[in-house]
C-alpha cells in the first residue's frame, strides 16, 4: 500500500486527487479512460455492488419495489423497417433508442435502475431499505409511471406506427440469484414481487398503470384518481390528484439517491456508481444503497447490519431510517466534476481513510467480475476503445429460445444453477452465446444465439439445431425440469446497444426474434424452427416433422412450422469418415507430389517420415485434397484410417484417439480387447508391460483393471503404444487422415504426439489456420513444433480450374460463358464458395440441367473443360459396392453431386420446354441410341448479371470477418466504406480512436490473410516475371521514400475480394456508413485543401482564401490614392545582391542586378519558388471531387454535392474537356431539382455560376451564341446589364466612364468588397474574355469600364484589379493615360506582392513584354531592358513558355544592342532550357541570337556548324504558319551574311533565295532586323560586284537595294530603334558609290540617334566604320570567322575593344573574270 501512495505525479495530477480517482474506480490520471465507466452502464447497480467473490449460485433478498412496462406496437415496427433494409434498421434502432432512452431516463432521474431489457419490455427496480419506506417509494414509481405516460403514452414514429407503453408495479421481496462460473455469468430475478408484477402487467392495457394489491396498499390513495379492476385486486391509475410541483420546486427536492441525478444531468456511470461508494466510507449520514453491498470501510461513524444475507458480517454506513421524511441531505460530490472537493457539512477526508478506500477498490477487483456478465463480442468491441455505435449492426443470426417449466418444491438456485451449466456447455460446444435468462410470465426463459461477431460459423444453422436438441435430450432427464420448449429462427435481426447512454445492454431485437418466442410457447416440449432454418441448415429432411401452423400473434405468413428431431446420421457421439468424390481433383499438383513422395516412403518401410498438415480456410479443398490422397494409398496397396471430425468432438475426451486405435486394432484383425490377443500380450510380457493395461483405458475407452502394486508412467505409456501399433503396422503400413484438426481434443493430440513417433504411420491432417497459428493446447503445440511435422498453406483454387470444377458439381460437361465469368469473380477460387453458387442458383431455377443434343445452338456461348477432368474415378456400380462394404461405418459419398441430382423426368421435361424457349427452336427425338450428356444452361428470360449474390455467401464471408479481431474488422468496414481501393493514411484518419501502432500491425495482419493486396501490384507479363524470380505476390510495390521506416506497408491497397467489401460495407448502419462517409469528405477536403493553395482561387470560382480584413482593406485602400510614381519604399532591398546569384543559377535563371530591375520584379523574387502547372495540379484535384462527390451522395447531403460539382466542373473546363463539363453541369440539374430548399437552388450566387461554366463549355465547343446567352444570363442575375443594341451600349459606356472617372478623383474611402463583388468580378472577367475572343471591342471595352467600376468603387482582390487595368490598358490609346494606368497597377502589385498568383504574374509578365516591346520599338533600350529582364524573371519562375517565346528575342536584341556581357549567359540559359521544350520557335530564336553573337564577335556558344545543321532542317520543313516567317527570314539572311563575310557566294545564294520564300509584311523590330541583314547581304555583294557584273546588273541590284533600304526606311517611322541601322546601312550604300560626304553625313546622324537609344553596338560599328571609310585608319582588332580556328584559343573581346566586322570597300576595276557576287535574277527553286 505504501508503494501506492507513493506514486508521483502523472502529468500535474495532485496526490489527494489521484487518490479519490481511484477510489472511484478511475484511473489516476482524469484524461485515462476508465474501465468501469465503460462497463458499468451494461450492468445493473445490483450487479456492480455484489458480492462477486462468494461461491455461486447464491441468493440474495431485498425489498423492493418493480415497474414492468411492456411496449406496445413494437413488432409492428419491427416488420415495417425490416422491410426497409438497411435504412430502415438504422430508423428502427434510432426509433427504438429515443424511446427506450426516454423511459430509461424517467427512471433513472426518479432514482431507480433498470434491472433488465427484455426486448420490447423493461424490469425497474427501486430498493427500499426497510419496509417503513415502501409508502414513499410507491408513490414516487407511481408518479414516474405518469410522467412516462405523459411522454411516452402515445409515441408517433415516422412510419406511421404508434408506440404505447403500460406499465405494472408491485412491492416486496425479491430474490435475485447469481448463476454462472469463471467464464460467464447470468442473473435472475425471483419472488413474489416479480410474480405481482408479472400479474399487474398481465391486467394491463394500452396505455395503462395497474398496481398490484400489494402496491396499492402502501401507496397514497388520495393522492390518485384510480379504479379497481374486475378482480377488485388490482387498481389502475388514472391520474393524479395533488396539484404538481413546479420544475424548478421538483429540482430542489433532493432523493436519497442522489448519484441517479448526477446521471441525469450529463455525469457518467462509472463516476456515479463508484462516487457512492466513497460517500459511503466519509459520511455518516449517507443515504440507504440501491446495492447489494457498499464497500465495508469501517469508521467512526455509526453502522448497522444490512439484513441482505451477503452484508449480514459487514459493518456498513446507513442512513436515518427517518430520512425520507426529513430534510434532503447537502450532495456530497459536486455534480460538475469528477474530482471531490471539500464542501460544507461534510468531514473532512484523512489520508488514513483515504488508504481505506483505495484498499478496498483494489481488493474487489470490480472491473474484473463486472467482465464476467458481458458477452465477449461487446467486450471485444469496448477493450478497443470502439465507439457504442460499432456494437449495433445488421446481421444475419439464428435465435434460439428455450422455455423451461420447472418443479415446485425443488431448491430452486441449485436448480437452476445445474440448468445454465447444461445451457452454457452445451451452447459453448456449438459456438453460441447465452445472452439472457429471464424469469417472467413465460417461465424460465433462456435466449441464445448462434452468428454473433467471434462466434460466426456456417453451419450455424445446424448447430443451433443441433445444440437446442441435445439441450432438450440432457434437461428432460433432469430432476426438477418438467418440460422444455424450444422455438428457433434465422434472419436478419438488429444486434446492438439498446437503452438510455448511461443504462443500456446488447440485445436482439428483430421479428424472428419475436417468431422464435412465439414458437418455443405455442408448441410446448419441442424443438421447433422456420422454414429458413430449416434451408439453411442443410441437414437431412428425415430429421424434421411438418407441424400444422398455428396463428401467432404479430405474425403474419410464418410459412412452414416444422419439429427437428434427431436421425443417426446427425448423431454427435459418431465420427464419420472423409466423404468419397466421384470425380479427379483439379490443379494441387506440387500438395499432391509432396504427400506422393512420403507414401513411396512409407511402402518401402522408411523411417524419416514428414508428416503434414493441410492449413486452409473453411472450403478451400483441404477434404477434396485428403481424399485424393485415400486413393493415392489405395493405389499403392496402404491401410488408410480417414476421419472427419466435427465441433462437437472438441469437447470429448479421446474422441479421435480411441477411433484410431480401434481402427487400427481392428484393420490388423485384433480385438478391441488387447489382452484376449496373444501375439500382442507376448511382446507386453517381454517388456514387463502386460500389467499396465490400465493406461489405455484413457485412449481405448477400455476398462482395464490396475493392480495396486502396479504403477505406470508417461514413457510405459508410450512404450504400449509402440508395441501395438509396430503389431498392427508390422504387415501393412498405416496412412492416418484427420479432416478439421481444429477440432481435434487434448487428450487426443497427446496420442497423436506419441503416433507420429511410430515407424509404419503417416499422419495428415487439415486445419483451419487459426488453430495452426494458435494451438489451442500445450500437446497440439508440441506437436506441430516438431521437426517431423510440416504445414502445407493451401491456397484458393487456380481460376482456370472453375469450369471443371462447375462442371463436377453439377455432372455436366458444358456450362455458359456467363456462368464461368460469374464464378470467376464471385467464388474467387474457393471450391466451397462455388459450390453455394451453384446450389443456389439451381434450388432457384436459375440455373437448369439439360440434355445435349449435339446442335450447334447448344453449343454456342458455351465452355467444355477437359474430358478428363469429368472421368469419374469411379462407376456408379463400384460405388454401391464400396457403400455396402462401408455399411457400418458412418461414410458421406459425393455429398456435392448429390446436391445436384436431377430426376432423368425433370431433364427430360426441362429439355422438352425450357430449351425450346432458350434456344429459339425445338427439341427432336433422338432416333440413335448414342448416350445423352447434359449441360448447363441460364433459364428463360434470365440475365446472369441480375442475379443476386445469394445469402450464404454473405454468411461465409461474415463467418470470415468476425474471425478477425475487433480491431481487424473495424479497418476492414471503414476500408469498405472507401471502395475497392483506398489510401492507407485515408483508413487511419476515419478510424475512430484510431492507435496508429495498432491500426499498422491490423494492416499486416489483414495482408497476410488475404484480405487486402497493394493496389500497386503488376500485371501481366510482369507478374508473371515477378512469381518466376521468387517474389512473394504479397509484397509492396508501392513507391516508398528511402528513409521510409515502413517500408512492408502498402501506402494504396485494395481488396482482394470485391464480394467482401461489398458485404462489409452492407452490415454497416446507415449511421455508421454516414459518419465514416463524412470522415472520408473530411479527409479528402484536406488533401484537396492543399492542392487548391497552389490554384488561383478564381480559375475554381471559389472565394479568396484570406477575407479582406480590416487592416488589408486600410492597405488596399491607400494604394489608390498614392500619386507617386516611385514603390521603392514597397519593398525592402536585400543587403547584398550576390546572395540571390547561387540561388538563380540553380535554377539555370539569368542573374541581373537589382538595380536594373524594376522594383516590381523585386518584390516578385521574394516569392516561394515551388509554383506547378495549373493544369498538373487540376488534375490531381479531380480525382478527389469525385471521390467526395460519391461519398457525399453517400452521406446524404446534396447541397454539398453541388457546390463541389460546380468545383469540379469549373476544374475540368480548364482542361476543355466540354463533354464531361456537360455531364457534371446535368448532374447539378438533376440534383436542384431533388432538392426541396427554394432558397438553395434560387440563390443567385450559384445559378450564376452555373450559367458562366455552361457558357464557357459552350464557346469550347463552337457554340458562341449559346455561350454568350449563358454569360449576359448570368451577368443579369448579378445585376449586371448587358445592352442589346449599339445606341445602348453607347450610352452605358459613357455613363460607365463618367463614373469611373468620379470615382477616381474622389476623396472617399473606398467601401469593402463583397461576396457580391466578387461574383460580378468573375462575372465580368468571363464577358471580357468571351468579347475579345468574339472580336465584339465595343461590347468588350463597355465591360472594362464595368470592372474598373467595381475596383475602383471597392477595395478588391488583386486579380481582378490587375484584370481590369490590363484589360483598360489593352484598350487605352492615349499615351499618357496609359502610363498612369500602368504607373498605378505596378504601384498596387508592388505593395501587395504576396497576393499575387501564378495567373497574375503571367499577366504582369505580358504587360512588361508588351512594354519592352514598346520601349525597343521607340528606341529606350534601357528600360526595354529593365521590362524584358523583369519579365523574363517571372517567366522563368512560372515556366511559361509562351510568354517566354515573345520575350527571348526582346531581351536578346536588347543586349545585343547594348552590347552587354550578360548575352552568353542568357544564351547559356536558352540552351538548357531548350533542351527540354519542344518549342520549335523557341529553338529557332535560338540558333538565330548564336548565329547574331558570331557576326557580331561575341562568344560562341554554338558553333556556325550547329546553326547550320539546325537551320537545314528548319527551313526546308514546309509547314511553317505565318507568324514563323520572321524567325525563318531572319536565320536564313543571318547565315547568308556569315557566308558572305566568308566570301562563299554560292552558298550564300543558296541562303539569301528564302529572302523571297519568306517574305513577310508584318512591321516589328526583328522583322526589320531581319530585313537590314538582307540589304547587308546586297550591299556586300554591291561592293563586289562592281568588280565582276555588268552596268544593267549593277544597275538592278541598286535599284533592289533602294527599294529594301526604302521599305527599312518607312518600317522606321513605327519602329525608330532601327533608325541608327537604317543609316549606317544607307552610309555604307554611298560610300560605295563613291558618295563620301552623304556617307559622312549619315554615319553622323547614326551616331547620333544610337547615342540617344543607348544603341552601344550601332555606335561602335559607326565610329569603326568612320575611321576605316573616312580616315583610312588599318584596325588590327578586326572580325574573324572563329569556325576557321579552335574553340578552345577563341579569347573573349577585352573592354574597350571591338570584334566587330568592317564592311569592305572593294576598288572599282575592269577586270570582269570571276563571278563573285550574288544573282539576283535567278529564281527561286
Known sequence: MEDFLDISDRKGTPKIIQLLRQAQGLAPNPEEESALKKLTPHVPGIVTFANHSRVLPWTTSYTTVLMFADISGFTAICEKYGAMQNAGIDQLTKTLNDYLGEIVENIISSEGDVLKFAGDAILAVWRVNNDTELNTTVDQVVKCCLNIQDKCGAWETDIGVTLTVKMGVSAGEMSVTFLGNDEYRVYVELGPAIREVNEAEHHCGAGHIVLSPTALELCSKSFYNYELLPDQQHARIISFWRPRLSSREESKKDGPLWFMRKRRMGGDWGVAITGITAVSAFSAGASKSLFTKPIPIVNEASTSKSCDDETRDVNIPTASSSRRNSEPARPTIHENTEENHARPGRPKLGLNKLRSVVKTVREMRLDESLRLYILHPVLKKLDDNQPLEYLSEMRNVTVVFMNLVLEEGRDITQLLQEVFEVVYSQSKVMHGCLNKVFFFDKGCTFLLIFGLPGYKHERDCAHALICSHKMKSILDKHAGVSSVSIGVTTGGTFCGVVGHKNRHEYSVIGRKVNMAARLMMHYPNKVTCGERTFQQSRLPSINFRVLGTKRMKGLQNVGVIREYVESSETSTQSVAKIPYFQFPILGRENEIELIDKELQKLVSLQKSLDHYIISGAS???????????????????????????????????????????????????????????????????????????????????????????????????????????????????????????????????????????????????????????????????????????????????????????????????????????????????????????????????????????????????????????????????????????????????????????????????????????????????????????????????????????????????????DSMRASEQLIVKCAAVLGQTFPRDMIEYILPKVQRVKARKSFKRLKQIGIFECANIPTGRAALLLQTNGLHPEACFCPKMEDDYNADLCNVMRFKNNLLQQTAYNILMESQRLDLHNKTVEYLQNQANEIRKRIPYYLLYRKPKESLDHVQQERRTSIFNKKSNQVGAAVEEDEEDAEDLPRMRRRGAVYFPKEEIDPLIK????????????????????????????????????????????????????????????????????????????????????????????????????????????????????????????????????????????????????????????????????????????????????????????????????????????????????????????????????????????????????????????????????????????????????????IGLVVSPVLACCLILTRSDQFSEFLQRLRSFICYSDGRNLRAWYYIFCMEGILNGDYPVQSAQCCLDFATNYLRSFDAVHNEYVPRLFLAMAIAVWYCRKGQWELAQNWFDYSELFETSIVSFLSLHALSRKI?????????????????????????????????????????????????????????????????????????????????????WVKRHRLVWLEKVDLSDHWSDITDMAHAQWKPREKGTSHLYTWPIVPKTSERSKPMSLHFDTAIK
Open 619 to 961: 472450403g478451400i479443398g483441404k477434404t477434396r485434397l485428403l481424399d485424393h490422397y485415400i486413393h493415392l494409398a489405395e493405389l499403392k496397396n496402404l491401410s488408410v484410417i480417414s476421419c472427419a471430425l466435427r465441433l462437437h468432438h472438441l469437447h470429448i475426451s479421446n474422441c479421435l484417439s480411441n477411433y484410431i486405435f480401434q481402427v487400427l486394432l481392428s484393420s490388423s484383425g485384433f480385438s478391441d480387447r488387447i489382452d484376449t490377443e496373444p501375439e500382442i500380450m507376448k511382446s507386453l510380457a517381454t517388456s514387463g508391460l502386460d500389467t499396465k493395461l490400465y493406461l489405455l483405458n484413457g485412449i481405448q475407452g477400455s476398462n482395464y483393471k490396475k493392480l495396486s502394486n502396479t504403477q505406470g508412467s508417461s514413457e510405459d505409456l508410450s512404450q504400449i503404444l509402440k508395441i501395438t501399433i509396430e503389431k498392427c503396422t508390422v504387415k501393412q503400413p498405416v496412412l492416418v487422415l484427420v479432416d478439421d484438426a481444429q477440432n481435434v481434443d487434448n487428450l487426443s493430440w497427446k496420442f497423436l504426439c506419441e503416433l507420429q513417433k511410430m515407424a509404419g504411420v503417416l499422419i495428415v491432417l487439415s486445419s483451419r489456420p487459426a488453430a495452426v497459428e494458435r494451438p489451442p493446447c500445450e500437446h497440439a503445440e508440441h506437436y506441430m513444433e516438431s521437426p517431423s511435422v510440416r504445414v502445407i498453406d493451401l491456397g484458393v483454387l487456380d481460376t482456370r480450374h472453375i469450369p471443371a470444377l462447375a462442371c463436377q458439381i453439377m455432372d455436366v460437361v458444358r456450362i455458359p460463358c456467363e456462368l464461368e465469368t460469374m464464378l470467376r469473380e464471385r467464388a474467387q477460387g474457393v471450391p466451397y464458395w462455388c459450390e453455394q453458387l451453384l446450389l443456389d442458383m439451381t434450388e432457384k431455377k436459375q440455373l437448369i440441367v439439360m440434355y445435349d443434343d449435339g446442335s450447334n445452338a447448344m453449343r454456342e456461348n458455351t465452355i467444355a473443360p477437359n474430358a478428363a477432368q469429368l472421368k469419374k474415378v469411379f462407376s456408379d456400380h463400384s460405388l454401391e459396392e464400396i457403400l455396402d462394404e462401408n455399411d457400418n461405418d458412418e461414410i458421406e459419398y459425393n455429398r456435392v453431386s448429390a446436391s445436384f441430382k436431377v430426376k432423368e423426368d425433370e431433364v427430360n421435361k426441362q429439355s422438352q420446354f425450357e430449351q425450346g424457349m432458350l434456344l429459339g427452336y425445338c427439341l427432336m427425338p433422338q432416333k440413335d441410341n448414342k448416350p445423352k450428356v447434359k449441360v448447363a444452361m441460364f433459364s428463360q428470360l434470365i440475365n446472369p448479371k441480375d442475379i443476386e449474390v445469394p445469402l450464404i455467401m454473405k454468411e461465409l464471408i461474415i463467418a470470415r470477418l
Open 1163 to 1442: 518584390a516578385v523574387c521574394q516569392l516561394d519558388d515551388g509554383l506547378e502547372k495549373i493544369d498538373e495540379l487540376v488534375k490531381r484535384l479531380i480525382p478527389l471531387y469525385q471521390e467526395m462527390v460519391r461519398h457525399m451522395r453517400a452521406a446524404k447531403d446534396p447541397k454539398h454535392v453541388v457546390d463541389v460539382l460546380l468545383e469540379h466542373a469549373a476544374a475540368v473546363i480548364l482542361l476543355k474537356d466540354t463533354e464531361k463539363t456537360k455531364e457534371i453541369l446535368n448532374t447539378v440539374d438533376e440534383l436542384l431539382q431533388e432538392i426541396p430548399d427554394m432558397k438553395f437552388t434560387s440563390d443567385i450566387f450559384r445559378c450564376s455560376k452555373i450559367d458562366r461554366i455552361r457558357g464557357k463549355a459552350a464557346y469550347y465547343a463552337g457554340d458562341l451564341e449559346e455561350a454568350q446567352r449563358c454569360l449576359r444570363h448570368a451577368a443579369k442575375l448579378l445585376g449586371i446589364k448587358q445592352p442589346s443594341t449599339p445606341i445602348t451600349v453607347w450610352w452605358l459606356t459613357v455613363r460607365s466612364m463618367v463614373h469611373v472617372r468620379a470615382l477616381r478623383n474622389s476623396p472617399l474611402t473606398r467601401r469593402p468588397s463583397t461576396d457580391k463583388t466578387l461574383e460580378q468580378g468573375f462575372c465580368l472577367s468571363d464577358l471580357q474574355w468571351l468579347y475579345r475572343e468574339c472580336g465584339n471591342l465595343s461590347l468588350m471595352f463597355l465591360t472594362t469600364l464595368q470592372q474598373m467600376l467595381k475596383v475602383t468603387g471597392r477595395t478588391c482582390h488583386l486579380h481582378q484589379v490587375i484584370e481590369s487595368y490590363t484589360g483598360a490598358l489593352k484598350l487605352c490609346k492615349i499615351e499618357s493615360t496609359k502610363k498612369k494606368l500602368e504607373t498605378e497597377l505596378f504601384d498596387i502589385c508592388a505593395s501587395r506582392h504576396e497576393e499575387l498568383s501564378p495567373s497574375d504574374l503571367v499577366m504582369l509578365a505580358g504587360m512588361y513584354t508588351d512594354m519592352s516591346i514598346n520601349h525597343l520599338n521607340s528606341g529606350k533600350l534601357k528600360m526595354a531592358l529593365s521590362c524584358s529582364k523583369g519579365a523574363y524573371e517571372v517567366c522563368d519562375r512560372l515556366n511559361n513558355q509562351d
Open 1576 to 1660: 547587308e547581304v546586297m550591299l556586300l555583294s554591291f561592293n563586289t560586284s562592281r568588280a565582276t557584273k555588268s552596268k544593267k546588273a549593277l544597275k538592278q541590284l541598286k535599284k533592289q537595294i533602294s527599294k529594301d533600304l526604302k521599305k527599312l526606311y518607312s518600317g522606321c517611322n513605327k519602329i525608330t530603334s532601327m533608325l541608327p541601322r537604317y543609316y549606317h546601312l544607307l552610309a555604307y550604300f554611298n560610300i560605295l558609290r563613291r558618295r563620301r560626304f552623304l556617307c559622312k553625313w549619315y554615319l553622323k546622324k547614326s551616331t547620333k540617334i544610337a547615342e540617344k537609344h543607348g544603341n552601344q553596338l550601332e555606335k561602335d
